[in-house]
T-cell receptor, first 116, second 111 residues
Framework: ETGVTQTPRHLVMGMTNKKSLKCEQH?????MYWYKQSAKKPLELMFV???????ENNSVPSRFSPECPNSSHLFLHLHTLQPEDSALYLC???????????????FGPGTRLTVT | LAKTTQPISMDSYEGQEVNITCSHN???????ITWYQQFPSQGPRFIIQ?????VTNEVASLFIPADRKSSTLSLPRVSLSDTAVYYC????????????WGAGTKLIIKP
């Protein structure tokens, strides 16, 4: 096990729904990430939190809203999604080292999201 | 931003050594090169990371030439369970979390 859990594992939602994805890491890490993985495309980094502060937001549409209440938990709030948002959403964590030069990410199993 | 390019797919046979190369012509000075393995319905799993020359661990070796514009992941004596998608990642925290993932190489190991 990687020590990173995600719930739910599968989610089907309509375009008018509001839902949230949850991620929890049990590794004592201080950085957490949200990625989007679509078929036949590279992983897309969506958000990064380091020490509970958002440090990266890669031009993600506002219908995706992250929340990091503490270093162990990360949420992705979803509202008014589009069918093209259907994908595997992966959470990861890492230990942000003092020299900020390298890292190793630990991933959860992902949430398979389908927008109808 | 460094763009990474890797082969879409590769086939090999059990017991063989497999080498997967990733090109990253615009790699930045502070970027590290990291390789991950992903099985269906799972998140990627860290394999190995390096900055230059050669790095070896219990599962793989990573070769990085002096110009760092490419890297090669070497898997010794593969087995059927090594069938997976392998991703090359260039970046690091120093580059303000500009993490550029390759599209992945689907490796199929045959008996």
């Amino acid at each position: 096990e990687t020590g990173v859990t995600q719930t739910p594992r599968h989610l089907v939602m309509g375009m008018t729904n509001k839902k949230s994805l949850k991620c929890e890491q049990h590794l004592g890490h201080n950085a957490m990430y949200w990625y989007k993985q679509s078929a036949k495309k590279p992983l897309e980094l969506m958000f990064v939190y380091s020490l509970e502060e958002r440090v990266e937001n890669n031009s993600v549409p506002s219908r995706f809203s992250p929340e990091c209440p503490n270093s162990s938990h990360l949420f992705l709030h979803l509202h008014t999604l589009q069918p093209e948002d259907s994908a595997l959403y992966l959470c990861a964590s890492s230990q942000d080292g003092g020299d900020r030069s390298s890292y190793e990410q630990y991933f959860g199993p992902g949430t398979r999201l389908t927008v109808t | 931003l460094a763009k990474t390019t890797q082969p879409i797919s590769m086939d090999s046979y059990e017991g063989q050594e497999v080498n997967i190369t990733c090109s990253h012509n615009n790699i930045a000075t502070n970027d590290y090169i990291t390789w991950y393995q992903q099985f269906p319905s799972q998140g990627p799993r860290f394999i190995i990371q390096g900055y230059k020359t050669k790095v070896t661990n219990e599962v793989a070796s990573l070769f990085i030439p002096a110009d760092r514009k490419s890297s090669t992941l070497s898997l010794p004596r593969v087995s059927l369970s090594d069938t997976a998608v392998y991703y090359c990642l260039v970046g690091g925290m120093d580059s303000n979390y500009q993490l550029i993932w390759g599209a992945g190489t689907k490796l199929i190991i045959k008996p």
